[in-house]
């Protein structure tokens, strides 16, 4: 038995209850040890990022994303943020930042399996986001196989709106619909309309356990890697007249299943899974995987529900019952409007309507 590296392989060496053993046996450098540790300890660990040729790949991002973005909406207070997601689609060196070779062997060292970045977010100003944990919108089975790695591409300060994020949040349990008593409205148009009812949890979390907020105060090229269940968000932007420029990229880890808890609840056959999932160092397609087993094409749909469509919709009427009426698209919502609001979604090929009800109600876009 002594030759067994790692008895526990799904779950992240990181955050396993074998973390000595492991990482003793891995022999790894003192720095990748002190990441380590942080991010047990914390939920989050600061780097500089590892690049000698950050500040000319800052400067050309600030250059070639600054057009894209709606300032004069976000001045008048008509937008709560500044985004575009998945801007390395265009942009070398957005993608160069999420393909650091260094960042991924230190994410390899740290959860025990390769790490592939799967989505860059680029952000002008403060995002102003309630905090939250990415367990809920970036899942994996097995669980916590996801990371973020934020970066500032400036100097960042309390009037700019920093990072804020709740040290030791990530030993919570990841709660999922079944914990908050609560079904995705699968039969309406906004699956995802009871996501305030996870606000209300973690602020009861953070009062009851008396969670302390930290904000991240950083230098231009420092990076925070946090892990999947850190409640984090974003603090207000005091100063309308900055900027807070700024990259995420999101990673996931082979030999898993990528899905989002808010939309599943595995016990009614109901999960949705994430199939489009592309690995941006490569430009390959990341299939479902289970200790090695691919999942069917069939299981793997967007949204998989089994069972006969009359069990689905009984299942579908008692929640509704117990949650009440569901709220349904803005009214007079605008495909077109919308994605002229939004061109980095326009640019995505997303569909307007699904985009709104999945992520844009949430970020504060804009209709038109």
């Known amino acids: 038995m002594g030759s067994v ?30 990441v380590a540790r942080d991010l047990r300890e914390n939920g989050f660990a600061v780097i500089d990022f590892p690049d000698p040729e950050f500040n000319a790949i800052a400067a050309r991002i600030i250059e070639v994303l600054s ?26 060196e957005v993608k160069r930042i999420a393909s650091n070779p260094a960042i991924l062997d230190l994410l390899r060292d740290l959860y025990g399996r390769r790490a592939f ?32 790695v934020w970066v500032a591409l400036e100097d960042i300060d309390a009037e700019s709106g920093p990072l804020v994020y709740y040290p030791g949040s990530h030993k919570l349990p990841i709660f999922t619909n079944e914990q908050l008593g609560v079904l995705p409205d699968w039969s309406g148009t906004n699956p995802h309309s ?10 009861a979390l953070v009062e009851a356990l008396d969670l302390k907020p930290m904000y991240f105060h950083a230098k231009k090229g420092q990076a925070l890697i946090w892990s999947a269940n850190l409640l984090h968000g974003g603090a207000a932007q005091r100063d309308k007249r900055r900027t807070r420029w700024s990259q995420v990229t999101h990673y996931y880890f082979e ?18 899974f994430r199939n489009n999932i592309v690995d941006i160092s490569t430009g390959e397609y990341m299939r479902n995987r289970l200790v090695g087993a691919e999942i069917p094409e069939k299981r793997s749909a967007p949204m998989t529900v089994t069972g006969t469509l ?8 008692n929640a509704a019952q117990r949650q009440g009426p ?20 326009a640019a995505s090929g997303a569909d307007p309507v699904r985009h709104w009800i999945q992520f844009g109600q949430y970020e504060g876009r804009r209709l038109r």
Request: hydrophobic share 35%; glycine share 4%; net charge negative.
């Open 5 to 34: 590296a790692n008895a526990l392989p799904g779950v992240p060496d990181v955050e396993s209850p074998l973390f000595e053993t492991v990482f003793t046996r891995k022999n790894v450098s003192s720095e990748t040890m002190r």
């Open 255 to 272: 030999d898993c299943c990528y899905y989002t808890p808010l939309g599943s609840v595995p016990f009614l056959d109901t999960i949705h």
């Open 67 to 92: 057009p894209q973005y709606n300032w004069e909406a976000w001045r008048a207070g008509k937008q709560r943020d500044l985004r575009v997601q998945d801007a390395w689609a265009n942009v070398p």
């Open 194 to 203: 009871h996501y305030p009812r996870y606000e209300q949890a973690w602020e």
């Open 310 to 317: 009359k069990q689905i919709a009984r299942r579908v009427r």
């Open 326 to 345: 569901q709220p349904t698209l803005p009214p007079g919502f605008d495909a077109h409007a919308y994605l002229q609001a939004n061109p980095d979604v």
């Open 117 to 148: 970045p799967f989505q860059t977010l680029n952000f002008a100003v403060g995002t102003q986001q309630h905090y939250h944990s990415d367990s809920i919108h970036f899942s994996s089975c097995p669980e916590r196989f996801m990371v973020g």
